[in-house]
């Protein structure tokens, strides 16, 4: 079956620090990637995707590239704010009808 | 655009009571889905539907029920409502792209809902 694991969080780093968030996945056919935002007492956003190998997505500082060979798709950003502060999701979607598969959710804590 | 709108925001039931979340999306768009979200589990898919008339069971389907008589409303229908399903509700809606993907899903803001 299709499936996403992320890191276990919850991440707790300071202002300015490099951030990483592990995503692989399992999937049959050929899966878009996202990585999804939730922040408090909202629902989730779409923070960035990639819809085939090597597709590098970024936004608002974030990026991550969809490595087919390592099946991962890792988040990173190079400098954190207290802003950033969320809930982030890893999710795929390989076929047309069959809505999003989600990891668990890694909880992100910016310090000042 | 109002996007994908959710109501009621919270609600607290009783076991055994019945009661229907409402999604609506102003988009057009033609998926729309259900998810439940639980501390620790991730988002989970209750029930999906690809177009007008057309539904489909997701990961978790037992106690809820859905329909779609239009393109813009997809509620979801709980009824006898239990302890278990207890959890933060969210509507998706997304636009098909070419004949083998879907676009990017869009969230509602979610219900909160407690079973008592």
């Known amino acids: 079956g299709n499936s996403v694991t992320q890191m276990e969080g919850p991440v707790t780093l300071s202002e300015e620090a490099f951030l990483t968030i592990n995503c692989t996945y399992t999937?049959?056919?050929?899966?878009?990637l996202f990585w999804y935002v939730q922040y408090p007492g909202e629902g989730l956003q779409l923070l960035l995707k990639?819809?085939?190998?090597?597709d590098k997505g970024s936004n608002k500082g974030f990026e991550a590239t969809y490595r087919k060979e390592t099946t991962s798709f890792h988040l990173e950003k190079g400098s954190v704010q207290v802003s950033d502060s969320a809930v982030y999701f890893c999710a795929l979607s390989v076929s047309i009808g069959y809505a999003l598969n989600f990891g668990k959710g890694t909880s992100l804590l910016v310090t000042p | 655009n109002a996007g994908v709108t959710q109501t009621p925001k919270f609600q607290v039931l009783k076991t055994g009571q019945s009661m229907t979340l409402q999604c609506a999306q102003d988009m057009n768009h033609e998926y729309m889905s259900w998810y439940r979200q639980d501390p620790g589990m991730g988002l989970r898919l209750i029930h999906y539907?690809?177009?007008?008339?057309?539904?489909d069971q997701g990961e978790v389907p037992n106690g809820y029920n859905v329909s779609r008589s239009t393109t813009e409303d997809f509620p979801l229908r709980l009824l006898s409502a239990a302890p278990s399903q207890t959890s933060v509700y969210f509507c998706a809606s997304s636009q098909r792209r070419g004949l083998r993907r879907t676009d990017t899903q869009y969230f509602g803001p979610g219900t909160r809902l407690t079973v008592l």
């Open positions: 999937a049959t056919g050929y899966p878009s």
């Open positions: 990639a819809t085939k190998a090597d």
């Open positions: 539907s690809v177009g007008a008339g057309i539904t």
